[in-house]
């Protein structure tokens, strides 16, 4: 057990694992990163997300905007941006989560619906996951 491991163990593992899914489901694993940053003129980070696609879902890892932009839609502007590029790479649905404690109602304005959550994650909180058709 380590907390920093070695790259050739880590991507022994993802390639044994997308080795695994991609015989099980006859499908190449199409994983993709997907980033979108927005910077002031003066070139500071203002926000961005941070994600992937992969099976025709848009995975949504993380989407900040710093705080002295919040409320200008440009959380809005982002995760339009990375559907609109998961929909040219052919997905169909994202997916995402936060937490009750961070922006819960920013997605169902922008389409959203809660599908899962999760109680007691982080203590005392709830993890809150989010799916979206893309049609």
């Known amino acids: 057990m380590t907390d920093t ?5 880590l991507a022994g593992v993802y390639d044994g694992l997308r080795a695994y899914n991609e015989a099980s489901l ?3 694993y199409d994983r993709r990163d997907l980033v979108a940053a927005a910077r002031a003129p003066d070139g500071t980070l203002k926000g961005g997300l941070v994600g992937y696609t992969n099976w025709d879902w848009l995975y949504v890892d ?8 919040r409320g200008s839609g440009l959380g809005g502007r982002l995760l339009d941006a990375a559907e609109a590029e998961a929909r040219a790479r052919g997905c169909r649905w994202s997916r995402l989560y936060t937490y009750d404690f961070q922006a819960p109602g920013f997605y169902p304005k922008q389409g959203y619906e809660i599908w899962a959550e ?15 058709a893309l049609g």
Do not use: C, N
């Open 62 to 69: 993380l989407l900040w905007v710093d705080e002295s932009t």
């Open 118 to 132: 999760m109680e007691g994650y982080p203590p005392g909180h709830r993890q809150i996951w989010f799916r979206k």
């Open 5 to 9: 491991p070695a790259p050739a163990d």
């Open 26 to 28: 006859g499908r190449a």
